[in-house]
Nanobody, 124 residues
Framework: QVQLVESGGGLVQAGGSLRLSCAAS????????MGWFRQAPGMERDFVAA????????WLADSAKGRFTISIDNIKKTVYLRMSSLKPEDTAVYYC?????????????????WGQGTQVTVSS
């Protein structure tokens, strides 16, 4: 049984930082791509960042470039999303995903496993 458990969300002021964590269990993901997506109320689930299981390749949404960093700790089987210079428009539920394809890392339909999500709220 694959499980993804996100943590690290919360309320932060604009300009602040948060680090989200996604702890994976149930299988290894060395050959997969893992990602972060976010969904604001009434909006579609949008791609934020992705990383290969080996950590050798990363992808970032344009809105995340220069502010967010994705990383992976294969020993802990945990993926991190470090977010800085946060803006109110970053407010959303952030979801961790696993089992994705290298060639479609930006597509949510590419991923087989999803966490429950963690709320990030950025106040102005």
């Amino acid at each position: 049984q694959v499980q993804l458990v996100e943590s690290g969300g919360g309320l932060v002021q604009a300009g602040g930082s948060l680090r989200l964590s996604c702890a994976a269990s149930g299988r290894t993901f060395n050959d997969d791509t893992m990602g972060w997506f976010r969904q604001a109320p009434g909006m579609e689930r949008d791609f934020v960042a992705a990383i290969t299981g080996t950590g050798t390749r990363t992808w970032l949404a344009d809105s995340a470039k220069g502010r967010f960093t994705i990383s992976i700790d294969n020993i802990k089987k945990t993926v991190y999303l470090r977010m800085s210079s946060l803006k109110p428009e970053d407010t959303a539920v952030y979801y961790c995903a696993a089992g994705g394809s290298y060639y479609s890392a930006r597509l949510y339909s590419s991923y087989d496993y999803w966490g429950q999500g963690t709320q990030v709220t950025v106040s102005s």
